[in-house]
């Protein structure tokens, strides 16, 4: 039996449908076929040709169907996309779908003549850690073969870490500042077209409100707020984030004895207990089962933060206004289960994020509770 012809129009379709981009149907259309079986064989002998290897496995139906849940539940889903990947996958498995999917929205990016410059935006943590190394890991397959005009005056591309943890111990892994210089290193490497400027934060972690306005005033914070907020600024009141991409994980509140996430334990080294209604946090801000932000006092009733650049006001504006606020969160942590559907129920219930990245494990916990 002669072996199907495998066409662009159909490496084009599977790709779109493997990326949870599209559905089954959809794309044997967009592959110029008539049945699904058709497609089936085609995706069989691509596979056995080598044309195609299969290492991540996003399930476009369960996104779909997460995505339509948030939207009857909520209002929202109609502007938030779900990747979900089949399984309990291993970090390689998960990490390179969900880098992937990051470098085709930051491709999306470079390719639009009218942007002179881009902004990505790092939260601390591990979760942001993995998905930057699988990053350079997947670059020349999804980006190999860029090419961009040479300009009289390059474009600029930015690389914002939102926080500073400096804990010791595995904590410094999901430090932003290293994953930040990581990918700037990694993308000065690889455009050379364009000025790529890392911006680091060193700052002490835990701050008073009173005294944010002079933290914020600092000359570094300064420079760094008035790309990410400047609306922070007493001269930039009006100002606009120039933030196009954010990456961020979802923190999970553990119990006193055995805290989990790095605010948790920042918060407790300062001799504070985390308030009951908190379940996590996202963006380093500490948040109730609804999505609200909660406030914490020092027993002076002084109310005081970890010290962010990114706030969840900016956060929500910047999934609605057109930007790219990627929520990498599942239930698996590096082999070991955890218990992160609470707070990524409560993510989703503030608004924070337009993109939800998950594993199907979740994503079944998501849809068990109406949202």
Known sequence: MKDPEITEDFLSALRRYLSGEILMDEAVKRAKLKTRKQFQDRLKSAYVR???VVRRRIDPEMGIKVREWIHRSRGIGKGVEVYVVNGIPNDETFFSAAAEKLLAFFKERLQREDKEEITIGIVSGTSTADLVEYVGKLWEEVMGGLNFEEREKKRKINIVAMCSTTLKGPDLEGNANISTLILAKLLD????????????????????EENLEEVDGRVLNKERLRIVDPSRL???SNGKSKLDILIAGVGLRGDKEHPDSVLQKVIQAEGIELPEEVVGDVGFWPIDREGHEVEIRDKDSKKLMVYSLITPTTMRELAKGGGIVMLIARNHRRGQKVSKTIPIRAAIRGGYANVIFTDEDTANELLEERL
């Open 189 to 208: 490497k690889k455009l050379p077209d364009f000025k790529v400027t890392p911006y680091g934060i060193s700052t002490e972690l835990v701050v008073f």
């Open 234 to 236: 007493k001269e930039g």
């Open 50 to 52: 080598r044309q195609l």
